[in-house]
């Protein structure tokens, strides 16, 4: 049995591939929204988590300025390939993956339901590499915003990473964002094929549900604008100042609601 997800990791790095073939030096260097993170030290971060998903010894950790766990291990990866060119640092990227692919494809089906470590806790291998869809279309779009350059915000790799933050809605609207008891919260997202997707507070616990056609508040935007939110990388006010978020119903809730989103960490 064919794993969807492969067809998926293997769409995402194919279009940062395409991306940053046509980067000029000094495009490589651009600054991203992540805090000191270039666009190379974006394709360096890929990079550095597929060699050691394939098994290959991580560069050691960068404690330097207070850093630890994830922001180490990531630095160290990142580290080592800041003097190098970002052809160069891309062509690793292009190797590494075309390696895990074919690992990928040659898995059995017992391992891709063991279950492990994953960055949201112990999981399926399975789960673990959908998340890697993310977490991949998420900078390779962290990169593009740097860039101005536009692009793959449709598809099937979007419509995954759409779901992916589907999931969490319930968390942002009833925890994070307080919605009240019989509250909704319709999202819709120009670019998503099954918006709008609804969120209700039903006995203290806000699930997804269908969409109504009177929510308590609605809130429109776009895939970039929805997914840079969810990310953490744009200013929740500057979003709705600039009128790249909407809110129809109660502004007050739909406002928590949108301040919410960011809790990919």
Known sequence: MSEPVIGLLESVWGSITQLGAGLSAQQWDTPTECPGWSVRDQVSHIVGLERMLAGEKPEPPVTEGGLEGIAAFNEGQI???????????????SDICARRLEMLRE????????????????????????????DCWSHEQD??????IEGHLSG??????????????GYVVGKKAGAPEAST????????????????VVD???????????????????????????????DPAKALADGLVTLAGDQELGERVVRALAYVS
């Not at 580290?79 to 062509?91: I, K, Q, W």
């Not at 056609?213 to 929805?226: L, N």
Request: with cysteine; charged share 25%; net charge negative.
């Open 79 to 93: 580290a080592p390939r800041r003097s190098r060119p970002g052809a160069e640092v891309l062509a690793e990227m």
């Open 107 to 134: 898995m059995p089906e017992e391992k891709w339901n063991e279950v492990g470590f994953t960055p949201i806790g112990d999981a399926p291998y399975r789960t673990f590499m959908e998340i890697r869809v993310f």
């Open 143 to 148: 990169m593009r915003r740097a860039l101005g």
């Open 156 to 169: 099937p790799v979007v419509q995954h990473c759409l779901d992916w933050h589907a999931r969490n809605m």
């Open 185 to 200: 919260v319709v999202f819709a997202i120009d670019g998503d094929a099954d918006s709008p997707r609804g969120v209700a």
């Open 204 to 234: 203290g616990r806000a699930t997804p549900s269908p969409p109504l056609d009177d929510p308590t508040v609605a809130v429109h935007t776009d895939v970039d604008t929805y997914n840079a939110l969810c990310c953490g990388r744009t």
